[in-house]
Every structure is written in structure tokens, then in C-alpha cells.
């Protein structure tokens, strides 16, 4: 069992940044890729990024690139996301999640955070 907290959302206006993190407790965190997903109110979740397990290799969505950067410490068993040039269409609740796979697929993440809102006014 792994439990994973988000924390470091907010309200933030457009071109601005937030990071985010999600702590991880329980069976080894370097054993799991992580992933961000996000979910817009009416849309479903989509794949936002993803880490894999010594951080060396990162993925991410085409809408996010060069602006989301995700990055993790295994000593600290937290993953992140820096998000810089934020715009309206950024506004969703943000969950981090574990996988043993490198996946952009929502089912294959075994656990999931309980999310943390990232509003963004347009």
C-alpha cells in the first residue's frame, strides 16, 4: 500500500507558476513511476506527466511541454510539479499517482492522492 498526499495548489493568475507536491508513505517509493494526472470540472482525468523511478526519464502531455516540469526525491519520497505560464484551461484538480508501470494510462496507476485544486482566472 502506498499513500500519497497532494499539497501546493491554489488560485493563481494567468502566467503565473505553482508547484506541487504529493508525499508518499508506505511500501518503497522508488519502486513506482509517478504520474500527474489532472481533472477539469465536466471533463475526465487526463495524463498530465510522468517520472520514472530514479527520475532520470520524464514524459509529458503536448499541452503542458516546455511549461511543467516534474521531478521527484526518492530521500524525500515526494514527487513534484513545477508549473510555470499558467493559463485558464490549466484550472482542473491536479492528482498525483503510482504506478509499477511507465504509463500514460490512468488505470494502470494503482494509487492515487485525493487531489488538490489549481484554479487559474481568466
Known amino acids: 500500500q502506498v499513500q500519497l498526499v497532494e499539497s501546493g495548489g491554489g488560485l493563481v493568475q494567468a502566467g503565473g507558476s505553482l508547484r506541487l507536491s504529493c508525499a508518499a508513505s508506505?511500501?518503497?517509493?522508488?519502486?513506482?513511476?509517478m504520474g500527474w494526472f489532472r481533472q477539469a470540472p465536466g471533463k475526465e482525468r487526463e495524463f498530465v506527466a510522468h517520472?520514472?523511478?530514479?527520475?532520470?526519464?520524464?514524459y509529458y502531455t503536448d499541452s503542458v511541454k516546455g511549461r511543467f516540469t516534474i521531478s521527484r526525491d526518492n530521500a524525500k519520497n515526494t514527487v513534484y510539479l513545477q508549473m510555470n505560464s499558467l493559463k485558464p484551461e490549466d484550472t482542473a484538480t491536479y492528482y498525483c499517482?503510482?504506478?509499477?508501470?511507465?504509463?500514460?494510462?490512468?488505470?494502470?496507476?494503482?494509487?492515487w492522492g485525493q487531489g488538490t485544486q489549481v484554479t487559474v482566472p481568466s
Open positions: 517520472i520514472s523511478w530514479s527520475g532520470t526519464r520524464t
Open positions: 499517482a503510482a504506478s509499477l508501470a511507465v504509463t500514460t494510462r490512468d488505470r494502470e496507476y494503482r494509487y
Open positions: 508506505g511500501r518503497t517509493f522508488s519502486n513506482y513511476v
